[in-house]
């Protein structure tokens, strides 16, 4: 597993210095395929060393993270990073603090690794920054960050008080969308904030392609013993992006999270490239 060294990060966490390269998404707690997504991030965490597991207060309302709860208590609880999200709704004076502490109960843990807000809507922003911050300093969270901010919305952010010790925007990036490799990657790089890509393997939108009829990459795949999904989250890696991606299916784990040596990214990754080419010019965040 490759990991990312966080510590240079806007605002440095308390716990690691380190997280996971890949990371779990839990919304198949909500669709119902609870026993194999728990067995799958124990497996995660256990043998391949994934650290970051993501949930969300919205998430079944709720039942994810009290799913999550129940998978990570036979875990060590100090070695994970754990992502959890509040509705912009509940951004307002005492229902914040309400919201983010009903959540540590489901997830049966006092503090949250990095919270953040899940969508802008009309969030008044300082006020989310303000009750972030009282937050951390409280200890309920280790870091604070936003989702679903696309460039105007990370520029406002930032001209908030406090609002630079933003760590993360959790963004849909995938190889079948690009476009934020344009302007909305290099601003957070220049702001040493982290991105983190939902949706890793592309899942969730009816535009994605079929990558199994693309028959070259297929064939290139199968010659070099990769599934395409396993160089999905290489490619959002070595893009400087930290993948969250899901499975239920313990082979289809086994198969993503299998290593893609260097040299063999490099060869498949020009067919990636025609198939799914980098973006030319600025184009909106695409949202689920
Ligand atoms: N911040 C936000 O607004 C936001 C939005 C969406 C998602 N998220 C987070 O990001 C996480 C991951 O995103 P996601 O679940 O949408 O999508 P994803 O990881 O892109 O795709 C998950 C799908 O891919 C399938 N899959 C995985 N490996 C496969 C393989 N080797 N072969 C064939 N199919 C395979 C899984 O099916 P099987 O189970 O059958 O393998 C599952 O249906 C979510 O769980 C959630 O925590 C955040």
Redesign the pocket.
Known sequence: MKYFDVSGFAAPVRHPKKISAAG?????FWSG?NA??DR?IRTAVTEYGVTVL???EM?GGGR?ETELGKTVGSLDRESLFI?D?ILPSNVQKKVFRRRLEESLKRLKTDYIDLY?L??RENADLQLMVDEMEAARTDGLISAWGV??FDVNDMKDLLDCENGRNCFCN???Y?VYERGTEFDLLPLLKQEHILPMA???????FAAHPDIRREHRIMDACREAGI????FMLKFVAEHGVQA??????L???R??LKEVPDRVYAEILPLFEEAFPAPQKAKPLV??
């Open positions: 779990m998404g839990t919304t198949s395929s194999g997504l799958c993501d949930t969300a998430y994810c992502v999200k953040l899940h969508w989702s679903n959790q963004i849909y995938s939902y949706s890793s393997l592309g899942s969730g599934v395409p999904e396993a969250l991606f899901q499975t239920s299916s082979q289809h784990l198969d993503d949202k689920m």
